[in-house]
């Protein structure tokens, strides 16, 4: 079966400092891989998603950036934090045929500080 | 632009009573929605999809109606439980090569035991 991992499952930074957050998915191949970022009491942002190795599209400009450098792990960046950088980030993949929907893994609570 | 809402921010319900979260949609090429449970500090989980061929779908003690004509999405939990606390929300997802889905802000439901 597919299982898809997330973490770390909590994170506090320094406003300027980097981050990395990975996700990769088991069971599967060539998933479409994508970030979400939640705002509290807020819905869902697409940040990035991902159709292959490589191939990175940004839904919004901001201070992220996202690498897929192997075909099921794929990583959330930044070079230096905003206080607005925080909130519940989700990594999430779906079947590149139409598969239903998204699997989402567990999240990850950033607070920049 | 197209979106998915929710007309319904919050949702206090009896615990035994039954619960109907409801959702509008805007974009006509939507051919496929979901709907998904998120629980305090995870990340959402599918509960059950339907495809724009079809006007109703049941699961178990959930159903999903679709209203096309008005672009209406509903979900109707049976005798909702304590453990059915969470936000629910609806996304809506157009057919192509790639998923990309929509989702709404999403309604948060108390159950009151």
């Known amino acids: 079966s597919q299982t898809i991992h997330q973490w770390p499952a909590t994170l506090v930074q320094p406003v300027g400092s980097p981050l990395s957050l990975e996700c990769t998915v088991e069971g599967t191949s060539n998933p479409n891989l994508y970030w979400y970022r939640q705002a509290a009491g807020r819905g869902l942002q697409l940040l990035f998603y991902?159709?292959?190795?490589?191939?990175i599209s940004s839904e919004v400009p901001q201070n992220l950036s996202a690498s897929r450098p192997q075909d099921r792990q794929f990583i959330l960046s930044s070079k230096k934090l905003l206080l607005s950088d925080s909130g519940f980030y989700l990594c999430?993949?779906?079947?590149?045929?139409?598969?239903?929907?998204?699997?989402f893994g567990s999240g990850t609570r950033l607070t920049v500080v | 632009g197209e979106s998915v809402g929710l007309h319904l921010p919050t949702l206090s319900v009896q615990e035994g009573d039954n619960s109907i979260i409801n959702c509008a949609y805007s974009n006509s090429a939507s051919d496929y929605f979901i709907w998904y449970k998120q629980e305090s500090g995870k990340g959402p989980q599918f509960i059950i999809d339907?495809?724009?061929?079809?006007d109703k779908r049941q699961g178990q003690r959930v159903t999903v109606l679709l209203n096309k004509t008005v672009k209406h999405l509903s979900l109707q939990i049976a005798a909702t439980q304590p453990g059915d606390s969470a936000v629910y929300f609806c996304a809506e997802n157009i057919g192509g090569g790639y998923q990309k889905v929509t989702f709404g802000i999403g309604t948060k439901l108390q159950v009151i035991p």
């Open positions: 339907i495809r724009s061929n079809m």
């Open positions: 999430a993949w779906s079947g590149g045929t139409g598969a239903n929907g998204y699997t």
């Open positions: 991902s159709v292959g190795i490589g191939q």
